[in-house]
């Protein structure tokens, strides 16, 4: 993990959090989708809590833009932080970005 990640992780979940983070393709994405959440598509992202100090998250490399790395691997610790979709996720994974990004490194409307 790059140390911006690695920043980012303690920021968001803690420095004594594990966190493993897999780049998969479409397929066992999908797999893993169907498995443990019964939608059987390829999607973005998926994050696995493991426990209260470890967790995985998978990118999908083959739908992953590499410009949108930082916002997917943040928006998957969120999850693991217990965040659902919606506006208060949103709001922290703006803040985030901001943080340690700057304004100017993502559009948001």
Known sequence: MDKKWEEIKNDVL???FNLSVVFA???LIRKLNRRYRKKNKATTVLSF???KTDGEIFLNSSLVKKADLD???IHS???LKGYGHGKKMEKEEKRI???FYGKK???WN
Do not use: G, V
């Open 77 to 79: 610790l969120l999850h």
């Open 49 to 51: 809590p493991l426990s």
């Open 25 to 27: 393709d479409s397929s």
């Open 97 to 99: 970005l901001e943080k």
């Open 14 to 16: 803690a420095k004594n």
């Open 71 to 73: 916002y997917l691997f």
């Open 105 to 107: 490194h993502y559009n």
